[in-house]
């Protein structure tokens, strides 16, 4: 038996469609606003768990990148330190070459021996290079390297335990250090820079040419070599960090255009159904008034 349709009975399915399509309205109008077709996981779970996973891989990403760009100017100040430092030793043998020639008088060589002096100066200022507050050739160790109360003697630690590395992908990490001691040394008679800048300068200022010439300059081109290689090691882990920053890039770019694709709203479509979603909610709202029209006995009742 069909029961009949009171006149509340249509009230209801008419504010229940009102209600569902006010709704729609202002899911509509929500993502207009906002620009986001998914703010919670209701609107669709799926689509949720992909921008919750590709949030998490832009986060790891991100934090690779500031890695190889901590990196990048680590190794970039170090590779300025050490050509300020190969552009001395150049210095040093000009003033060696010129002093070993038997020609100048001891004012002479007097006066190279001060500045070579000054270069001894100018090579551990170099070494103490400080970027971001780091120490970048005392190792792990953070302290000047080279100091007036210890003189020569080199205060950074060496080896593994002296490596400063970055992690630039999952369980990839680069060294963006170097031991620049191994160039520079600790003096005391370890045939390295600042030993054979010593050594020049006392050879300078006692006259004894000779030295410089048998021993000195070739002590000096030896240290350049290894400085040389030093500085090649670095280009490479330059490069390296490079590559790997091309690759984050490429990374970035793509889980970025899956985020946009999953949780964006396509303004253009969604301008559209907002329009349209706006008039049938109007002409609804005008058709409810005819159909629900409320008399004086409802009011009394």
Request: proline share 1%; net charge negative; aromatic share 4%.
């Amino acid at each position: 038996m069909i029961g009949r349709i009171t006149n509340l009975m249509t009230a209801q399915s008419t504010l229940n469609d009102l209600e569902l399509s006010f709704d729609r309205l202002s899911q509509t109008q929500s993502e207009l606003s906002s620009g986001k077709k998914i703010q919670q996981p209701s609107d669709d779970p799926y689509g949720m768990s992909v921008v919750l996973n590709m949030q998490d891989q832009l986060g790891l990403l991100n934090a690779y990148n500031r890695n190889i760009n901590d990196g990048t100017a680590w190794a970039q100040a170090s590779q300025t330190a050490m050509t300020n430092i190969a552009n001395i030793v150049q210095r040093a043998r000009e003033l060696t070459v010129a002093s070993a020639n038997g020609t100048n008088t001891q004012a002479d060589l007097n006066g190279d021996a001060a500045e070579i002096k000054q270069l001894i100066d100018a090579v551990k200022q170099e070494a103490n290079t400080n970027y971001d507050g780091q120490y970048i050739f005392s190792g792990t160790a953070n302290v000047q390297p080279y100091q007036t109360a210890t003189g020569d003697t080199y205060q950074g630690n060496t080896g593994s335990a002296a490596s400063v590395v970055r992690l630039i992908g999952p369980g990839n990490t680069v060294q963006v250090n170097v031991d620049l001691s191994s160039v520079t040394g600790s003096g005391a008679g370890d045939g390295k820079l600042i030993d054979t800048l010593n050594q020049i300068y006392a050879d300078m200022s006692s006259g004894n040419t000779s030295a410089l010439s048998a021993n000195d300059i070739g002590r000096l081109d030896s240290n350049f070599n290894v400085l040389t290689q030093l500085q090649a090691s670095l280009g490479a882990t330059t490069d390296r960090l490079q590559l790997a920053s091309s690759r984050i890039q490429d990374l970035q770019i793509a889980d970025t255009q899956v985020l946009s694709d999953t949780q964006d709203a396509d303004m253009a479509q969604t301008e559209i159904d907002y329009s349209t979603q706006q008039a049938a909610y109007s002409a609804a709202l005008k058709a409810g008034a005819n159909i629900v029209q409320s008399s004086l006995m409802d009011f009394l009742k």
